[in-house]
Nanobody, 123 residues
Framework: QEQLVESGGGSVEAGGSLTLSCIGS????????MGWFRQAPGKEREGVAA???????SYQDSVKGRFTISQDNNKNILSLEMNNLQPEDSGLYYC?????????????????WGQGTRVTVSS
């Protein structure tokens, strides 16, 4: 089954940038849905960005124009480039994956999840 490992989290000041990466263990020939989610203390997990099996991206409104999701199918890597980070972007960021023709996009109905990488943005 799919195993996902995130990396790239850290601490930055507001206005800074970070790039997160997620590496999956299953080959990229299967129809694959992937996404990035985050959860702040005391808040529910929310979708940040996702990319479906055809490569179509979806973004939460609050990150549009600042974050870019991309997928390297050859290396089975999902990335999230985050620019102009703000304190409200802080949280534990999770990579998620599923296999379907129709993807959940920013919804939470993914089968496989990583353990998360922490992003902290100071004001």
């Amino acid at each position: 089954q799919e195993q996902l490992v995130e990396s790239g989290g850290g601490s930055v000041e507001a206005g800074g940038s970070l790039t997160l990466s997620c590496i999956g263990s299953v080959d990229t020939y299967s129809s694959k849905c992937m996404g990035w989610f985050r959860q702040a203390p005391g808040k529910e997990r929310e979708g940040v960005a996702a990319i479906d099996s055809d490569g179509s991206p979806s973004y939460q409104d609050s990150v549009k124009g600042r974050f870019t999701i991309s997928q390297d199918n050859n290396k089975n890597i999902l990335s999230l480039e985050m620019n102009n980070l703000q304190p409200e972007d802080s949280g534990l960021y999770y990579c998620a994956a599923d296999y379907s023709i129709w993807c959940p996009d920013l919804g939470l109905r993914y089968k496989y999840w990583g353990q998360g990488t922490r992003v902290t943005v100071s004001s």
